[in-house]
């Protein structure tokens, strides 16, 4: 895995964005809510590397706190949806029968809904969502399609010789579901997790970008392009490395899940 | 005296990963005979089968030439090139051990069957039609309309067998090379259908290679035999005189078929 | 739900007609019997019945994503073909490459950076809304013409989004066709190359892509939300968007409903779709 392509080129990716948002203090001295009204909507320069925005605050110092609050979404929410899937879908594949048909059904009606209005809906039902708030809903809509995984490997798996072995031996079910059958099933689901990972980042921006998510003076990816399509034509930079950065880090997880995907199946 | 039509040279064929599947292949095939091809699982046969037109997937590699009607084929080229392949392929006939594995599940016979009129030999539909009907007939399937329209999963495996024969007698071959045709098959159905690929052989005169593991089918059906292990040509004879063979492996394989036919 | 301030006589009235006061199970029940025929109640911004405010924008909504369907369909079919045949190559690199971009772009950027290039900057296609002002004057061709100008760029972004995963789909279904056993029979009856391809390997790989195709209106509609929101578009995502900025909830129950019906809708189609596709599904074995 470690040696393929696709999969460093991500890592490197989301290890740089990472890094940089991480010691944002370190890479820059502006605050990012700093407001400074002198120094509106300035183009990029030696001094404010990436440009100012309307209320003059430094676009770069935003960038890197905001991407922590949107790579924090992204990660919390995916940890929720797996978390949440894995558990729902081992105790379906592994017991079967009624508790089986249960969360089955359960994730077809979830399932019937387009996932942007779920959440959307869920949004308008918080009245004022907070961070953690939109961490959790977006976990919550998204744990189906792990869930579905893990079912499907598990009762792939449990025909599988090694399984019906341990399980004679007299290993307690718990046992065998943690020590032989996830660890085998893992992959898929690692798959699944980078590219939903990306999917709740955007999520997270489209959210912003539509003022339903991160609000300010709090800085997200998503909500400075919304500043951006306020001054549409004047302050190009604005519009311009959001993007990018939103573009890049979805882009490296991209490449991160395409690249366990190859390897798996060598 | 019988003249060669097909002459293959030192074929070989490696895997990506630099394994032989078959080394230093030398085979020749006489007008009007049967040759079969014998060896047990894994010996390479359908590889070879494969091998002689260039109909290997690309991740094979794969050497060697053969003479065809006099004409000089290297193999490797021959997978790039598709005219000569074509017109290579419009005068050998295949057929498979798995029919409906080979039948394309979304078109029904009659576009599987006249396709090879309309392409290979310029006739029109309905001209493609009626030969059709007439080939399906004579492979011995019954209701021949009726199952004209029908599709690959409709059709029972013996049927599917009797399809694939018709197709591969519908380009009118010099040569028909048939990769374990009956393997699948029932017991039963298994001796129809080799009793009409040996008629239809009769009857129109073109040579086989047929290729088995079954050694009590080689004497029935062929003059002559080659045997393939572990990818290599190891013996080569007459039909008539298998027991006169001093190699001890065919002797294990002989007392095998022989051993199951008593059992039978 | 309720704002605070207001005086407890109204409260009251509020309650009773909304039918709070009813136990629990009763509202429920209630409410269902509603829903199924459709009965979304009246939107909490300006009293109409939420069926006439969705019914009005559904057409809109629809129209946009099938042209992209459509428009996705014909691209991504040359586009995965050519991937499949020349697997390997440098043109399937440089597919693989746009794919991923295009799976990696956020569709409300593009939106931002095609609306600042082209309606602002250059000022090629208006910048929102669905018509001019002038559009009541124009003659039926110029109203056409109109109409399309506005659409351009919405149509445009919906479709970047979902093409790259499609062609991706059919790229991958063609080269599991063409590694097929009947491709192997198809060459050996000397067949030419276009015939197998499209005749052969296509029609094979053609059958899961109707699944996907069906399966994508969700993800489609969800995508409405963000552009007609950006171009300002009276269509159903626009009408969504603003529900929720004004917490109308009857309004985002019944746009939930209808969007879980057009989700289902798209499923049943697909399967519709692929049992008469397939002749395996749509012939029984062994039967005429």
């Known amino acids: 895995m470690f040696r393929n392509p696709i999969f460093l080129s991500g890592f490197f990716i989301i290890f740089f964005i990472a890094f940089v948002c991480v010691f944002a203090p370190f890479i820059t001295s502006y605050n990012p809510n700093a407001i400074d009204l002198k120094e509106a909507l300035l183009s990029p320069s030696s001094r404010h590397l990436l440009g100012t925005d309307t209320l003059g605050r430094d676009l770069l110092a935003r960038l890197l706190y905001g991407g922590r609050v949107s790579l924090a979404v992204g990660f919390v929410a995916v940890g929720i949806s797996v978390l949440i899937g894995v558990a729902l879908g081992s105790i379906a594949g592994f017991y079967g029968g009624v508790i089986d048909e249960v969360i089955s059904r359960f994730i077809d009606i979830m399932l019937c809904f387009p996932s942007f209005f779920l959440i959307l809906s869920l949004v308008a039902l918080a009245r004022h969502p907070s961070l953690y708030i939109i961490m959790a809903i977006i976990g919550f809509t998204s744990w189906m399609s792990p869930a579905r995984l893990i079912r499907a490997e598990i009762l792939s798996l449990r025909q599988r010789n ?34 939903s990972m990306a999917v709740a980042v955007l999520i997270e921006s489209s959210l912003s970008f539509l003022g339903l998510g991160v609000q300010p003076p709090q800085a997200s990816w998503g909500n400075i392009l919304l500043e951006a399509k306020e001054c549409l034509g004047v302050g190009w930079w604005m519009s311009v490395f959001p993007g990018l950065a939103i573009f890049f880090t979805v882009l490296g997880l991209n490449l991160i899940g395409e690249g366990i995907r190859e390897s798996l199946h060598k | 005296m019988k003249e060669e039509i097909l002459s293959a040279k030192n074929i070989e064929v490696l895997t990506a990963a630099k394994k032989f599947i078959l080394k230093g292949i030398d085979l020749q095939i006489f007008s009007g005979e049967v040759l079969s091809l014998a ?92 030969l059709s009907r007439g080939l399906l007939e004579l492979v011995g399937i019954k209701e021949a309309e009726k199952k004209l329209y029908s599709f690959p999963h409709q059709l029972s495996g013996g ?106 | ?75 991504a079919l040359p586009l995965g073909i050519i991937g499949a045949l020349k697997k390997g190559s440098g043109l399937d690199r440089a597919i693989t490459v746009f794919v991923f971009v295009g799976f990696s772009f956020p569709s409300f950027w593009l939106a931002l950076l095609l609306m600042q290039a082209l309606a602002v900057h250059w000022q090629i296609v208006p910048v929102s809304g669905l018509v001019s002002v002038d559009f009541p004057y124009y003659s039926w061709a110029g109203k056409v013409w109109d109409l399309a100008r506005h659409l351009v760029l919405p149509i445009f972004v919906s479709t970047f989004g979902a093409l790259a995963g499609i062609s991706r789909y059919v790229r991958e279904e063609m080269h599991t066709a063409l590694s097929s056993k009947f491709i192997i029979l198809a060459r050996a009856k000397g067949l030419p190359q276009r015939l197998i391809l499209l005749r052969h390997a296509l029609r094979n790989a053609l059958l899961p892509v109707i699944t996907i195709l069906g ?25 969504f968007y603003e529900g929720v900025m004004a917490r109308d909830y009857p309004l985002i129950m ?20 692929y049992a008469l596709a397939d002749p395996r599904i749509r012939y029984e074995a062994g039967e005429k």
């Open chain 3, 215 to 239: 399966l994508s209106v969700p993800g489609l509609l969800g995508g409405s939300v963000i552009f007609e929101t950006i171009f300002s578009l009276p269509g159903m995502g626009r009408l």
């Open chain 2, 159 to 264: 049927e599917a067998q009797r399809v694939m024969i018709a197709m591969a007698l519908a380009q009118r071959p010099k040569l028909l090379i048939a990769d374990e045709p009956t393997s699948n098959l029932d017991v039963t159905i298994e001796m129809e259908i080799l009793s009409l690929i040996k008629n239809m052989q009769q009857r129109f005169g073109f040579a086989v290679l047929f290729i088995t593991h079954d050694l009590s089918l080689v004497r029935y059906f062929s003059q002559r035999v080659v045997f393939l292990k572990a990818g290599r040509i190891v013996e080569e004879s007459d039909t008539a005189h298998l027991k006169d063979i001093s190699n001890p492996y065919i002797q294990s394989l002989l007392e095998a078929a022989e051993a199951l036919q008593d059992y039978e």
């Open chain 3, 1 to 75: 739900m309720f704002n605070p301030k207001v005086s407890l006589e109204v409260k009251a009235k509020l309650t009773k007609i909304y039918g709070l006061d009813k136990p629990l199970i009763q509202q429920y029940l209630d409410w269902l019997r509603r829903i199924v025929r459709f009965d979304f109640g009246v939107s909490l911004l300006d009293g109409r019945r939420v069926i006439d405010k969705i019914k009005e924008r559904i057409p809109l909504t629809l129209f946009i994503n099938l042209t992209s369907l459509f428009i996705i369909f014909l691209i």
């Open chain 1, 162 to 195: 090694f399984v019906i072995a341990a399980l004679s031996c007299g290993l307690s079910q718990r046992r065998v579901i943690m020590r032989h059958i996830i660890p085998n099933a893992w992959g898929p689901v690692m798959v699944n997790a980078t590219l």
């Open chain 3, 254 to 273: 019944g746009l939930l409903v209808i969007g879980a019906v057009l989700t289902l809708l798209g499923n049943l189609l697909a399967d519709i779709g």
């Open chain 2, 39 to 130: 060896g047990e699982s894994g010996s390479g046969k359908s590889t070879l089968a494969l091998a002689l037109t260039g109909l290997l997937p690309a991740s094979l590699k794969l050497g060697g030439e053969i003479i065809w009607q006099k004409r000089r084929f290297d193999l490797a080229a021959l997978r790039k090139d598709t005219l000569s392949s074509r017109m290579l392929h419009g005068q050998i006939s295949y057929i498979f051990q798995e029919p409906s594995s080979f039948l394309n599940p979304t078109l029904n016979i009659a576009a599987q069957l006249t396709e090879v009129f309309i392409y290979n030999q310029k006739k029109t539909y309905p001209q493609a039609l009626d």
